[in-house]
């Protein structure tokens, strides 16, 4: 990715996507050890777990101009979690790539946030950096997380399905779906 312009901020007409502030750890944690929240990942978070994911994020967008946004809701300023764009850490067939993400709290689910951010970030991933895919994945059994996936315009390729490489075999949490969104899909859409 060629030197991209930074910026500290995104907005919807509903949300404020912006940089991690201290105050988010406290509530960040709580969303963290919440295994309702936390009911598709091999584990819950510690307080100390999440303050050292909070630091390692925010790091990221010093590095490289994007990472995973801190969501709050605009009329309240209330903190809900996370939405953005990430590079996963581990090789696979389809990596390199940049991966969009999202993990909100519990009450903030069903009011259309996720989709809300995501579109907006996709936007930012396609004009802003450049990006010519944007790819997501999930447990294959996470359908509030392939829900998004679909309402944002990204296409799943079924022969792409794959076992999650960190993630034991034999968990079923380890089927994973993979979709990807094309800048050229993402504009065509938009028409
Ligand atoms: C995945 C996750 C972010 C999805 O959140 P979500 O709130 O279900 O997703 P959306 O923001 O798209 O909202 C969905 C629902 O809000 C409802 N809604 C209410 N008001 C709305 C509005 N103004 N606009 C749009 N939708 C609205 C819709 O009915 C929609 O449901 P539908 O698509 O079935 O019709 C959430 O379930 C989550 O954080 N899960 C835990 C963490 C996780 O698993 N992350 C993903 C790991 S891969």
Redesign the pocket.
Known sequence: MEKVQKIDHLETSRLRLRRWKESDIEPFAAMNANPE?????VRTLTREQTADMVANLDARFEAEGFGLWAVEVRDSGEFI?FTGLSRPKFESFFTPCVEI????DHK?????????AAQETLRDGFERLGLEEIV????AI?E??T??MK?IGMKRNASEDFLHPMIDPASPLAPHVLYRLSRQDWQSQLR
Not at 108 to 116: F, L, P, R, S, W
Not at 136 to 139: E, K, P, Q, R, V
């Open positions: 929240v936390m009911k598709y990942f979690g993400g999202w993990r909100l903030a689910q069903g009011k259309g946030y996720a989709t809300e997501s994945f999930a447990a996470n509030r997380s829900n998004v309402k």
